[in-house]
């Protein structure tokens, strides 16, 4: 059996070699942090084919809920930092 090395061999250019590759650099720390967060705009207009909303959605209420949970958006909440939009 060969290994899996072996398999990706034929898929890398030929000038490369496992050791000449470098890992693709991390993408800036704050890119998508909460610390920037303005704005947190909640779409509860939309209905989905059973007519749930954003809220009546058990899978997406309970993540609605840990999001706003946290401590990064409670803080900015109270400061005024954030706000949350809901339509």
């Known amino acids: 059996m060969r290994s899996s090395l072996s398999l990706l061999l034929p898929l890398l250019p030929p000038s490369s070699s496992p050791r000449e590759l470098t890992p693709t650099?991390?993408?800036?720390?704050?890119?998508?942090?909460?610390?920037?967060?303005?704005?947190?705009?909640?779409?509860?207009?939309?209905?989905?084919?059973?007519?749930?909303?954003?809220?009546?959605?058990?899978?997406?209420?309970?993540?609605?809920?840990?999001l706003l949970g946290t401590k990064t958006v409670m803080d900015r909440l109270r400061e005024g930092k954030m706000k949350i939009v809901v339509f």
């Open 25 to 66: 650099p991390p993408a800036p720390a704050d890119a998508l942090h909460l610390t920037h967060l303005s704005h947190l705009i909640l779409d509860a207009s939309h209905l989905d084919s059973k007519k749930r909303s954003l809220v009546d959605l058990p899978e997406a209420r309970a993540d609605l809920f840990k």
